[in-house]
Structure formats: C-alpha cells, structure tokens
C-alpha cells in the first residue's frame, strides 16, 4: 500500500520538464526514480541546464547520443545489478558496438541468462567470440568455455582449450586455475550451474 502512495505522490510531483523531452525519454524517467535528473535541471529547447551529471538519465541520454567511453560504460554494471536489466542491455549494446570489450562479455551474459530480453545462446556465444577476437582475455576465455561445453556454438574442446590457454597466457588467473585442473570444468563452474551444463542429448 505504501508503495501505491509513494507511486502516486511521485507521479503528482514530476518534474515539468518532461514535457520538454521526447516521448520515449520522458516515459522511461517517470517509471524510475534513478532517472530523475535533478531538481535544479532544466531541459528545453535550447539545451540542458545545470545537468545532474551523475544519474542514470545522463548516462542513457549520453548513450543515445552515440557517446561511448569507458566510464559511460562501466556505469552498465551499476544499471544492471540494480535489476534494470532492459536499460542496462540498451546501454551495453551501444558500448560494444562502440568495440568495448567489457561491454561485448556483459551482453554474452544477459544474452546466455535472458536478462532485458529472451535467452539466446547463439547470441551470447557470438559476444564471447567477438570479444576474444578483439584480445578481450575474458572474452577468450569465455568463448573457450563455449566451444568446450558446446554451448551456442558447435562443440569443439581442443579449439576452446586453446582459447583458454590464451587468456592463461595473458595472465587470466581463472584461466590458469583451469589449465591447472586440466581443463575439468567443474573447477570454474558454480555448484548451482552444474545442471546447466549438462549435456542430457
């Protein structure tokens, strides 16, 4: 109940600049709190006035403008632990299409976990791989992991085993705990992960 209260007394109190801004914008400020930009802010015509530099519609705004950096893209780690899973895919997108590598391995992740949109192995694989081609040590290992596994892609355990051996190569620590193991997966898969992994077919 309180909830529904605070809903509504938010909703009264939005900002008038919101009208000022596009459709699609305003829409997504007044569903979340994080968004709002500032009580000091003003959005026209002419541009933005006194910006809150440090709330999540900066940042979403600057990635709808096409800017990319890596502070920009770092904050997706924040947006998506919050659980705002929808934005935070948005925002990691445009990063790795930018070529961040951090962003392209966050993708792999919400893709293999249907997080902000449907499960896609073929997608989160493809993430892995474009990271490890990109030198991105997570990325090699994770799409390492992917071709041993069979995972979104065709399995094929010397082709991931020499991914892997890579990203040991580039001083990945988990990749050198699992060249120590001798490659048994088991050692860098959670307990609560095994049956994902399972090959049933």
Sequence with gaps: MRSAILAMALAMAAPVWAEDLSEDLAQDLAQDLAMQLGPDTEVSEQGTLNPHEMSMAQVMESIRNGDTGMVICSQGYLVTKSGRHEMARELFKSCADHGWTGAMTWMSQLD????????????????NRKAAEAGDPVGKFNHGLDLM??????????????????AARDGLDVAQRLQSAQYDLDEVTPDADEWRYLNLF
Excluded: K, N
């Design 112 to 127: 293999d976990r249907g997080l902000g949109g449907p499960q896609d192995l073929t997608a989160a694989a493809e993430w």
């Design 149 to 166: 596994r069979g995972w979104g892609v065709a399995r094929d355990e010397a082709a991931g085993r020499a991914m892997v051996d890579e």
